[in-house]
């Protein structure tokens, strides 16, 4: 049986108490990434890097092949669709530039 990310990443960060909008925060995105994040049955190595080291979680005792430190092998893995594979890419790029927008303003 497959194990659905976005919940687990929900149930980790819920079990935790940790408040949703102060860790989008820290990690550069909006809140609705976060929830967005939590519907998706598979995210991203990099999405997942991201927030266990925020949270200071370690996912490989529960998703022992999903966290990828290599950057290259997330880009050639074959089994990410093309069309899947850069719209992530795209929304990651998006949430970066808004945390770059938010860091100017203050």
Known sequence: MEIHMGRLLEKVI???GLNISKLANAI???QRS???WFAEPALESGVLE????AIEYDFTA???T????????IASDAEIRDDEY???KYIDLLERYS?????QQD
């Open 86 to 88: 850069w719209k992530n």
């Open 34 to 36: 976060m929830y967005n």
């Open 28 to 30: 550069g995105v909006d």
């Open 66 to 73: 999903a966290i990828i430190r290599d950057p290259e092998l």
């Open 62 to 64: 529960d998703l022992p």
């Open 14 to 16: 819920r079990k935790k």
């Open 50 to 53: 991201r927030i266990a080291e």
């Open 99 to 103: 945390g770059l927008l938010r860091q």
